[in-house]
């Protein structure tokens, strides 16, 4: 398995998106190392994207999505569950693709189709807000065998409140995966 590199971070945020399928998430607490491969993931285009949080410019809780790429983005949505987003694009472009779903390949226990499920899974948190993913205990990797499959593309999941970019099609995840969340 090969860790992902910066560059591959460092580019348009649709693209890391759909590439980001089929990679495996991979965090490494104690002697535990779980791994889920990624099979669903959201696209958030800055701050000129209704919605995504980087829409209401810097804050405290967003500056993490202003880079420098190749970080995670984690906060707490509804006072109780985890969200992942991998940080894209060049520092200063506020861009980030959020985790939707894995399906679990290693020590991973629990239901992983939604954000907040995958990150309980993992075990992942707080903590991890702007983790390096190129850390040796946290990161994403290339099983680095070949992975033909189909991409859907559908809009987000839960943005309604963004206007036209709710219709979007900025959603992808691999055709018949049965760990995909449900809309």
């Known amino acids: 398995m090969q860790k992902l590199p910066r560059t591959f971070y460092d580019r348009d945020t649709i693209l890391v998106a759909r590439e980001l399928l089929g990679k495996y998430l991979v965090h490494v607490s104690g002697s535990v190392e779980r791994i889920g491969r990624i099979v669903e993931t959201e696209a958030y285009l800055g701050p000129h994207d209704r919605a995504a949080h980087s829409a209401r410019g810097l804050t405290e809780r967003t500056k993490i999505m202003f880079g420098p790429p190749g970080h995670a983005y984690v906060y707490l949505i509804y006072g109780m569950y985890y969200c992942m987003n991998v940080v894209t694009q060049p520092e200063g472009v506020a861009a980030a693709v959020l985790l939707r779903a894995v399906e679990?390949?290693?020590?991973?226990?629990?239901?992983?189709?939604?954000?907040?499920?995958?990150?309980?899974?993992?075990?992942?948190?707080?903590?991890?807000?702007?983790?390096?993913?190129?850390?040796?205990?946290?990161?994403?990797?290339?099983?680095?065998?070949?992975?033909?499959?189909?991409?859907?593309?559908?809009?987000?999941?839960?943005?309604?409140?963004?206007?036209?970019?709710?219709?979007?099609?900025?959603?992808?995840?691999?055709?018949?995966?049965?760990?995909?969340?449900?809309p």
């Open 104 to 182: 679990p390949v290693q020590s991973v226990e629990g239901r992983t189709q939604g954000p907040g499920l995958l990150c309980r899974a993992l075990h992942i948190d707080q903590r991890l807000n702007g983790h390096d993913l190129l850390s040796d205990d946290f990161y994403i990797a290339d099983p680095g065998r070949p992975t033909g499959f189909a991409i859907v593309k559908r809009p987000r999941i839960g943005v309604d409140y963004a206007g036209p970019w709710a219709k979007r099609l900025l959603r992808f995840y691999i055709k018949g995966s049965p760990f995909v969340s449900k």
